[in-house]
């Protein structure tokens, strides 16, 4: 068995509220097997995908009045304009944006988008739905 290691996460009190609250629900002993199990899974997952084609879609919520981010999210967007299909803006309301991103491309490549999109400041929200048409 491997050894264990501890280390730190700091989390949004509401964030990390609800996570107990779900994994209370979901019968988890600790902290530590539910986030054992969601990293686990979550490798899993990505390896499932590397190395095939696949389509991505890629949600982001921000509040535009951020300072240089609509240009930073234009700027990697045109990075990747080979493998971006279509993207969707919609005004939430006064301030906060959802852009929806569809990219087609090697799993490597549509993860790679996702993490500069993801990774740019002001970014409030991002997640991204992976799929294979075969
Ligand atoms: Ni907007």
Not at 34 to 62: C, F, P
Not at 104 to 132: C, D, F, P, Y
């Amino acid at each position: 068995m491997s050894r264990l290691v501890r280390f730190g996460v700091s989390l949004e009190r509401q964030l990390l509220e609800r996570f107990d609250k779900s994994i209370k629900h979901k019968g988890y002993p600790t902290r530590s097997k539910a986030l054992a199990d969601l990293i686990y899974n979550s490798l899993v997952e990505q390896g499932k995908m590397e190395g095939r084609e696949v389509v991505g879609t890629i949600s982001l919520v921000y509040d535009h009045r951020k300072r240089e981010l609509m240009s930073r999210l234009t700027r990697v967007q045109h990075q990747f304009h080979h493998h971006i299909i279509s993207s969707q803006h919609v005004h939430l309301d006064r301030h906060n944006c959802l852009e929806i991103v569809i990219a087609r491309g090697m799993a490597e490549e549509i993860e790679e988008l996702n993490n500069k999109l993801r990774a740019i400041k002001g970014v409030k929200h991002a997640s991204v739905n992976i799929a294979t048409a075969g």
